[in-house]
């Protein structure tokens, strides 16, 4: 069974500051990852997906994951914070459509 | 402008009522999804439909109901819940290549 785990449930970080949010998974096989962002009163949009084309995945809004097969990680990364940032971001795992698992999501809040 | 909607946003309703709650999707997926989001717990995945036969359950009580006429509308229906069931209630699709699910914004339910 495959399953994602998020380090940190709330993450706090200046505006301009760098944005670090850590994802590492289990899974048998290789896997489909992705990251999820929600606004408050809002469903979950999708900010990137990595399926194996390329390791380093560019997204929505800025943010970026990188794929690493021996750590069994996909951080998303931002290099500098806007408030608009702020929102809760969820990884997810799959191996095929029915069996996407989320992790617990990271609530992200920037500071002034 | 989102692919998936849902309705009602909002919804209030006693421990004997009967309600459904509706989500149609525009974006010719062939898979949907109902997905329940409590406070502090990971995505909860209900229901998966796929080609309009249901393929995953999840253990869910049976006061819950799903329904999916065809592959552009689902329904959530609602029965005898507990006050525990108060969440937010995702909709979801997907279309076969690529795995990734687009999501609605939800609907808040709340039993009184």
């Known amino acids: 069974a495959q399953s994602v785990t998020q380090l940190g449930s709330h993450v706090s970080v200046s505006e301009g500051a760098l944005v670090l949010l850590r994802c590492n998974y289990s899974?048998?096989?290789?896997?489909?990852l992705f990251w999820y962002v929600q606004y408050p009163n809002q469903g979950l949009q999708l900010l990137l997906k990595?399926?194996?084309?390329?390791?380093l995945v560019k997204g929505i809004n800025g943010f970026e994951a990188e794929f690493k097969k021996s750590e069994t990680s996909f951080h998303l990364t931002k290099p500098s914070a806007h408030m608009s940032d702020a929102a809760e971001y969820f990884c997810?795992?799959?191996?095929?459509?029915?069996?996407?698992?989320f992790g617990a999501g990271t609530r992200l809040t920037v500071k002034p | 402008e989102t692919g998936v909607t849902q309705t009602p946003r909002h919804l209030v309703m006693g421990m004997t009522n009967k309600k459904s709650l509706k989500c149609e999707q525009h974006?010719?997926?062939?898979?949907m999804y109902w997905y329940k989001q409590s406070a502090k717990k990971p995505l909860e995945l209900m229901f998966v439909?796929?080609?309009?036969?249901?393929?995953e359950n999840n253990s869910v009580p049976s006061r819950f109901s799903p329904e999916c006429p065809n592959s552009s509308h689902l329904f959530l229906h609602l029965h005898t819940l507990q006050p525990e069931d108060s969440a937010l209630y995702l909709c979801?699709?997907?279309?076969?290549?690529?795995?990734?699910?687009?999501f609605g914004e939800g609907s808040w339910l709340t039993v009184v």
């Open positions: 979801a699709s997907s279309q076969g290549s690529g795995y990734t699910i687009y």
């Open positions: 899974s048998s096989v290789p896997p489909y």
């Open positions: 990595y399926t194996s084309a390329a390791t």
């Open positions: 997810a795992v799959t191996r095929g459509r029915d069996d996407m698992r």
């Open positions: 974006l010719g997926h062939n898979a």
């Open positions: 439909y796929s080609l309009e036969e249901r393929v």
